[in-house]
């Protein structure tokens, strides 16, 4: 190495061993809470990656989208199984719920990039009033989850006719409504295991993150962080939920898209 | 009340109007990409070529939530390297298990 470095390798200037140093300029919290996020992003990336994998190794459903019915011969087609809206039952509206959902999540996620802006410059009302707006987006998004999870689990008007093994090991035929983790009326087994396992991690993550927005918004708002002398918790709490945001955006192509 | 009380000693500054500026054009591109992944998938065929054009324009819209939003691109560029290179090899586990899903579609049908 250089030939002026001193004994232990450390110049004077920087002062390493003195302590109080932050590791990649970045703050202790900070820095944690980017690899919680990376860690998190491969239990997403695994499961993400695991339904596109079982998802081309199925048949996929070819003929034209008005004769499709669902079966557990094929994968069905996405805009063809989420296709309600809340209050207009039997009207077809192909991924238009889901694309409000998208819309409402990356809106909160702006708003809360605004809440960091504002905490950048201990602005205490504007951080107040952004958290706020993010908080509502997130409630509203797990709202609309919780619908759209009802409206799968239930199932349309007509069903379908399948023929698959029972959980008490027999072959039946019969018209199946809705999903479970058995038989689903939209496609093989599979697709509604993994529709449940996934948006429901997703929906667990943006429940705590709507959790952890309540107290920096209480915080902001009875003014601990003036105390403390920074906003930075924002700005923490700030990169998780826009994780979550990211999260959604690879979800609603792998599960609505493709 | 004790919201009153606890005055503040920051100083407040005022908002910086370019970034926020930044921050509105950003969630503009990524509801541009949104509504043209919506057009893509009521307009081109299913089919290997619109799956790669949505995972692309995704990772895209990725970036950007990850270069503005989480401000990855203004850390020092050792954090930036050791968040961005993992997730490189994320790209070769999506496209080899791609393959072999449609291998055992093969061998299945």
């Known amino acids: ?258 | 009340m004790e919201i009153q009380d606890t005055k503040s000693t920051l100083q407040v500054e005022p908002r910086n109007e370019e970034k926020i500026k930044k921050i509105w054009k950003t969630a503009g591109i990524l509801l541009a990409i949104t509504v043209a992944e919506f057009i893509m998938a009521f307009t081109m065929d299913r089919g290997i070529l619109l799956y790669a054009l949505f995972i692309i324009l995704t990772i895209w819209k990725a970036k950007y939530i990850m270069m503005e939003f989480m401000h990855l691109g203004d850390e020092v560029k050792p954090l930036f390297y050791s968040i961005i290179v993992p997730l490189i090899f994320l790209v070769w586990l999506l496209i080899a298990l791609a393959k072999e899903g449609s291998d055992i579609f093969m061998m299945r049908w």
């Open chain 1, 1 to 258: 190495m250089s030939a002026h470095s001193t004994a232990i390798g450390v110049s004077s200037k920087r002062g390493v061993w003195g302590g109080g140093n932050e590791p990649l300029k970045a703050s202790y919290g900070k820095l944690m809470m980017w690899f919680f996020l990376l860690s998190d992003i491969f239990t997403f990336a695994a499961f993400l990656i695991s339904y596109l994998a079982i998802r081309v190794s199925y048949p996929a459903y070819a003929g034209p989208a008005e004769t499709f019915v669902g079966s557990n011969e094929y994968w069905p087609v996405p805009e063809l199984v989420f296709e309600a809206v809340p209050f207009l039952h039997g009207f077809h509206a192909p991924l238009v719920f889901v694309g409000i959902m998208t819309f409402i999540l990356i809106s909160s996620s702006v708003t809360m990039v605004l809440a960091v802006e504002a905490g950048h410059r201990n602005d205490r009302n504007d951080v107040v009033k952004w958290m706020l707006w993010t908080m509502l987006g997130g409630i509203t998004f797990l709202g609309c989850q919780a619908w759209e999870w009802s409206h799968f689990i239930h199932g349309t008007d007509g069903g379908s006719v399948l023929t698959y093994i029972n959980s008490l090991n027999q072959n039946v035929t019969e018209t199946v409504f809705g999903a479970n983790l058995v038989v689903n009326e939209y496609g093989p087994p599979a697709f509604a295991q993994l529709f449940f396992f996934i948006t429901g991690f997703h929906g667990f993550h943006v429940t705590i993150g709507v959790v952890l927005l309540f107290l920096a918004f209480y915080q902001a708002a009875v003014g601990v962080y003036d105390k403390r002398g920074h906003y930075e918790m924002i700005e923490k709490i700030g990169l998780y939920w826009h994780f979550v945001d990211l999260v959604w955006v690879f979800v609603f192509t792998l599960f609505y898209l493709i």
